[in-house]
């Protein structure tokens, strides 16, 4: 049986990768772009393990490309768990067109919900099933910017809730990781207010956490209560230190 990663191009999706293969899983890698699936591949295979198949898809689309996922899945003997380290965020989206800010949303919240709707009876089948889904710490209290990608990420954190009742029930895990700023390629030239997390850290947390069953984890563990004390920021003081700097 294999694991999807839906998001599969990305830094944090080629993490996972890596770490499942180092720890015998076959994979089906699904993401945009074939040439960064390719390269993606060739790396797993140079490291010695298997060759995972691999899915080229836009999201946005549609969940059309999961027949493709399915088959590939069905040829490594079903599907074993679904990992969702799908996302798209811009600096400031205030102005973002509407059509851009539909993107942000089809690609952080709709794409997922229909991954997981798409592929929850053939989950079902599998021995120890497990979904795990991505969300972030700037959806723990709106701000003056990122404004659809944190009602996006606020959504799929609601969504995670209903699923680990859900899961309860149909024998599936979902677990849900609520993510701070992480060490990759695209947070390099980036200054951030806190220190930025190591990514391969954090999957390997993942992939030791798949047989937990249903969780709800922050990484890293310090944001949990940073999160509560942000709540507790009275309105009118948060709104005038969450909103956008001029200049």
């Known amino acids: 049986m294999a694991y999807v990663i839906i998001g599969a191009s990305g830094d944090l999706g080629r993490a996972l990768a890596a770490e499942l293969a180092a720890a015998g899983h076959r994979l089906v890698l699904v993401?945009?772009?074939k040439a960064r699936l390719d390269e993606a591949?060739?790396?797993?295979e140079q490291a010695g393990h298997p060759r995972?198949?691999?899915?080229?898809?836009?999201?946005t689309e549609g969940p059309g490309y999961l027949e493709d996922v399915r088959a590939a899945a069905r040829r490594q003997g079903g599907i074993e768990g679904l990992l969702l380290p799908i996302g798209r965020s811009i600096r400031d989206d205030l102005a973002t067109p509407a059509e851009e800010a539909a993107k942000l949303i089809a690609i952080n919240l709709r794409a997922p919900m229909e991954a997981v709707d798409g592929l929850w009876k053939d989950l079902k089948s599998a021995p120890r099933p497990v979904i795990v889904g991505f969300g972030s710490i700037t959806a723990i209290r709106g701000r003056g910017r990122n404004l659809a990608y944190g009602a996006a990420k606020r959504g799929l954190h609601s969504y995670f809730e209903s699923l680990r009742v859900l899961g309860a029930i149909d024998g599936i895990a979902c677990q849900f990781y609520v993510l701070g700023f992480l060490d990759t390629a695209r947070m390099a030239d980036q200054r951030t207010p806190l220190p930025k997390a190591d990514l391969d850290a954090l999957a390997r947390r993942v992939v030791a956490g798949l047989d937990k069953g249903?969780?709800?984890?922050?990484?890293?563990?310090w944001w949990r209560p940073l999160a509560w004390a942000i709540r507790l920021v009275p309105g009118g003081l948060y709104a005038r230190l969450a909103a956008p700097r001029s200049g």
């Open 31 to 33: 993401g945009h772009g």
């Open 41 to 44: 591949a060739d790396a797993l």
């Open 52 to 59: 995972p198949s691999t899915v080229a898809a836009d999201v």
């Open 214 to 221: 249903a969780v709800l984890r922050w990484y890293p563990w």
